[in-house]
């Protein structure tokens, strides 16, 4: 069965760094792949995923992310981070034929103002 | 707020009992899915319904069980709690038949205390 690390498990930044949260994952098929994002008092909620094609994929509010299928990573991006990004960071993956969606256990990202 | 409803949104309960967690999909979604977050395992894949059908099974416990009704709003029942089952349970739902790809949307949860 697939499963998912996340190294970091609480990152702080200033405004206006560059992030990238790492995700690892293990399973020797084909995956889809996901983050999600979890602000404070919110539902979990999709950033972005990836099944095919372009291994860059580009996100809601300018979050991105790189599959690199040789590393088993799919790293999460942001060239500047706001104050409101501030959250909990979830990578997710499943095998391309099976709902059983494996999450790592997030990072939480403090942004600084 | 993504459409997704969860009820109660607390629950707090003792040991031995058996609760029933309620969730409504988005309107027009077919998928539902069952979620426990805790401490110490994580965000774990539970159990996945497809108009009614069982579809997915994760880290389902055998004291829980799950069920979609014809209104495909899905309720999970939690039997025989333990300490260890104090988490919070989020419910998802997807628009299709509930491959792997599609995005799920997740309600706000329902945080559950056994004492």
């Known amino acids: 069965a697939q499963s998912v690390s996340q190294h970091n498990h609480h990152v702080i930044l200033s405004e206006a760094a560059s992030l990238e949260l790492g995700c690892n994952y293990s399973?020797?098929?084909?995956?889809?792949l996901f983050w999600y994002v979890q602000y404070p008092g919110q539902h979990l909620q999709l950033l972005l995923k990836?099944?095919?094609?372009?291994?860059l994929v580009k996100g809601i509010k300018g979050f991105e992310a790189e599959f690199i299928k040789s590393k088993f990573s799919f790293n999460l991006r942001k060239p500047s981070v706001q104050w409101s990004d501030t959250a909990e960071y979830f990578c997710?993956?499943?095998?391309?034929?099976?709902?059983?969606?494996?999450f790592g256990a997030g990072t939480r990202l403090t942004v600084k103002p | 707020d993504s459409g997704v409803t969860q009820t109660p949104k607390h629950l707090i309960t003792a040991t031995g009992q058996r609760v029933t967690l309620r969730c409504s999909p988005r309107?027009?979604?077919?998928?539902v899915y069952w979620y426990q977050q805790s401490l110490d395992q994580g965000l774990q894949f539970l159990i996945q319904?497809?108009?009614?059908?069982?579809?997915a099974k994760g880290n389902i416990l055998e004291r829980f069980s799950a069920q979609q009704f014809p209104d495909l709003h899905s309720e999970l029942n939690l039997s025989s709690l333990e300490l260890g089952d104090s988490a919070l349970y989020f419910c998802?739902?997807?628009?299709?038949?509930?491959?792997?790809?599609?995005?799920?949307?997740f309600g706000p949860g329902t945080r559950l205390l056994v004492l």
């Open positions: 997710a993956v499943n095998a391309y034929n099976n709902n059983d969606m494996r």
């Open positions: 998802a739902s997807s628009v299709g038949t509930g491959t792997p790809k599609e995005t799920q949307y």
């Open positions: 399973y020797g098929g084909t995956v889809n």
């Open positions: 319904y497809y108009n009614g059908e069982e579809r």
């Open positions: 990836y099944f095919s094609g372009d291994p």
């Open positions: 309107s027009g979604d077919l998928s």
